[in-house]
């Protein structure tokens, strides 16, 4: 049998001698009581204070059994308090009108003690394994929530760590692939110029220079995207933007880039008005522009046209730098900015790539809140969109319906 040590009953009955047996067979077995002469009292001591189980009579006047009933389940502070009622033995209809009012058991009248005490006990007994078992639910959700907290911080650990390693093998890759193999090609074209050294005016000695030149750019080139990647891989890069006129910017990224332009016959035209103003980072946005424009002129074929423009979609503006040249395939637009299956494509000129500079700029974009995707098709070009804020409090885009390729 449960204890009855600390539980309380509460006693409701308008009849004397009812009360005076009851409490006397509680008191006697360890139990607190209280005692209510009526419903409306009952209603009124369960606001300030709630016993574990309320023995309720049903033939009270005022407010009988039934309705006292109803108020308690209806109330969220008692109506898990289990509710025994007190009837005579006939009444077989009211029992039952009681177990649909949320009564859990009746005792009959005439009382019998060993049957009054059962059945409180029993259902005391119940009433603290539902508190148990509500206790235990709540710590086994606390449990599933750190559980998850924990299973999103591992996620959040090995997407970082994947990132690492992808990094990682992509530096790896520029070294072995496109670093040593342009190395290899400025020592074999130094050899060349070597044994043409006697006649040091013939085309070969010409050519051969001019290759090493090229090779000697092109390994720069690797330097400064690969330096730039470990920069912003590491956290080194954080912008500082500022307001500043767009056209000033694609301008200026224009100007190391018109000499290259001009000897494939390619056209850049900025048509960006002067009154555009954006807030980003000039340096990072500098560094964009002459990884789109490099990409745009190394596709193209001689008379083709480069145009940058631009549209204010309110908070933020968004930048269209279309060619005119070979486009990219779907199976290579599917690969633009991840780390892991980069496109070296060659030129129309035959330059090479290291096919970090979309993915670069993709991180600068990131970091100047801002969004770049592209759209192209195979032999009519290829148009990449950029969208920069306006101002100090745009954030991230979310109303654009591009997206990013997969």
């Not at 009746?106 to 509500?134: C, D, G, M, S, W």
């Not at 890759?173 to 070597?194: A, M, Y």
């Not at 490099?294 to 269209?320: F, H, M, P, Q, R």
Request: net charge negative; aromatic share 6%; charged share 25%.
């Amino acid at each position: 049998m449960e204890s009855s040590e600390n539980s309380t009953i509460m006693v409701v009955d308008d009849n004397p001698t009812n009360l005076r047996v009851l409490i006397e067979y509680l008191e006697d077995s360890g139990y607190e009581t209280m005692v209510a002469p009526s419903g409306e009292r009952a209603i009124q001591q369960l606001e300030h204070a709630q016993p574990d189980l309320v023995l309720l009579d049903i033939m009270m006047p005022g407010l009988d059994g039934f309705e006292t009933c109803k108020a308690l389940k209806h109330n969220d502070d008692t109506k898990a308090i289990p509710i025994i009622f007190m009837t005579a033995l006939s009444d077989t209809e009211k029992k039952l009108k009681g177990f649909k009012m949320g009564a859990v058991d009746y005792i009959t009248k005439p009382f019998q003690q060993e049957e009054v005490l059962a059945r409180i006990n029993t259902h005391l007994t119940i009433q603290k394994q539902k508190k148990e078992l509500i206790s235990l639910n709540t710590k086994l959700s606390e449990s599933n929530q750190k559980l998850t907290e924990t299973n999103i911080q591992l996620t959040r650990v090995n997407n970082e760590l994947t990132k690492a390693i992808e990094t990682r093998e992509k530096i790896f890759s520029v070294f072995s692939d496109d670093l040593f193999g342009s190395v290899g090609s400025i020592f074999g074209l130094s050899g060349r110029i070597v044994k043409t050294a006697e006649n040091l005016l013939n085309d070969t000695f010409i050519k051969t220079a001019n290759n090493i030149q090229r090779s000697a750019s092109y390994t720069q080139k690797i330097f400064e995207n690969l330096m730039g990647w470990i920069k912003l891989q590491s956290g080194v890069i954080e912008p500082a933007p500022d307001i500043i006129p767009l056209n000033k910017i694609v301008d200026r990224s224009i100007i190391p880039l018109s000499q290259l332009a001009e000897e494939k016959k390619i056209t850049i035209k900025n048509t960006i008005v002067e009154n555009e103003l954006v807030y980003i980072d000039e340096n990072m946005a500098d560094s964009i522009f002459q990884h789109l424009l490099t990409n745009a002129i190394k596709y193209s074929l001689s008379g083709d046209t480069i145009t940058i423009s631009s549209k204010n979609l309110g908070d933020y503006e968004e930048i269209v730098v279309e060619d005119t040249g070979l486009g990219i395939s779907e199976e290579n637009q599917r690969k633009l900015f991840k780390i892991n299956s980069t496109v070296k494509e060659p030129g129309t000129a035959g330059e090479k790539g290291a096919g970090l500079g979309l993915i670069i700029s993709k991180e600068l974009m990131k970091k100047l809140k801002g969004k770049i995707w592209v759209t192209s098709q195979l032999g009519k070009g290829t148009t990449i969109y950029l969208t920069f804020p306006k101002h100090r409090r745009s954030g991230i885009l979310g109303d654009i319906t591009h997206e990013d390729l997969p």
